[in-house]
C-alpha cells in the first residue's frame, strides 16, 4: 500500500492540484465543494425586510472556487444547483427548487466560483491584498446576479431589491471576504513550508 504525498506548489496551480492527481480526486472534490456549500447554506440567519437570508453559502461558494480553480468551483456549484434544483433540501434553510426569489444568487455563485478560481490559479489566492479583491470581485458577482433575479422573482422595483437583497448583507460579506483573505493566503504558506 502506498501513501500519497503532496507535492509542492508550482505557478497556475490552486491548493486542490496539491494532492495527487486523478479522476476520482476531481469527482470527490466538485462532490464535496457542493457538499460543502449545501452545508454552508443551512446556516442561515433570516433578515427583516427580505426574503433573502444571511448564509454561510456564499462563503463555501467563493472557497470552493478559490480551492479547487475555476473549472472544479463551477462544476461543484452546478452539482449544488441541479441538485438543489431537483428537489435536495440544501439551499438556505433547507429550501430547494429554482422558484425561491433567492435562487439568482446561487446562479451568481456558479459564476463567481468560476471567476475566482480563474484568479486563483493566477495566484490571487496568495497574499491577503490579491484575495480581498478576488473576494469583493466575487461577491459583486453574486450580487450582479441575485438582485435583478430577486426583481424578478418578486415584482420589487430595482431599488426595493438593492435595499431587500444587497445593502443588508455588506457587513456580513466584509466578514466573510476578510475570512478568507486569512485562510488561503495562511495555507499556501503552511504548504510552502
Given amino acids: 500500500m502506498s501513501t500519497a504525498a503532496v507535492t509542492t506548489s508550482r505557478p497556475g496551480e490552486v491548493l486542490a492540484d496539491l494532492l495527487p492527481s486523478s479522476r476520482v480526486r ?14 454552508a447554506a443551512q446556516i442561515s440567519v433570516p433578515v427583516p425586510g427580505s426574503p433573502v437570508p444571511v448564509t454561510g453559502q456564499t462563503f463555501a461558494a467563493l472557497l470552493v472556487g478559490t480551492a479547487l480553480g475555476a473549472r472544479r468551483g463551477f462544476l461543484s456549484l452546478a452539482v449544488y444547483a441541479l441538485v438543489g434544483m431537483a ?30 478560481g480563474a484568479l486563483a490559479r493566477r495566484g490571487a489566492d496568495r497574499s491577503v491584498l490579491r484575495m480581498a479583491g478576488t473576494m469583493l470581485l466575487g461577491e459583486a458577482i453574486i450580487y450582479a446576479v441575485g438582485v435583478p433575479y430577486l426583481a424578478l422573482a418578486t415584482g420589487m422595483s430595482a431599488s426595493a431589491a438593492v435595499a431587500a437583497g444587497l445593502t443588508p448583507f455588506l457587513i456580513g460579506d466584509a466578514l466573510k471576504a476578510a475570512l478568507a483573505m486569512g485562510v488561503l493566503p495562511t495555507a499556501w504558506k503552511l504548504v510552502k513550508r
Fill in 26 to 39: 476531481d469527482a470527490a472534490l466538485v462532490i464535496g465543494g457542493a457538499a460543502l456549500t449545501g452545508l
Fill in 87 to 116: 428537489g435536495v433540501p440544501w439551499f438556505a434553510g433547507g429550501s430547494s427548487g429554482a422558484g425561491a426569489p433567492s435562487f439568482g444568487y446561487i446562479l451568481g455563485m456558479l459564476l463567481a466560483s468560476t471567476v475566482v
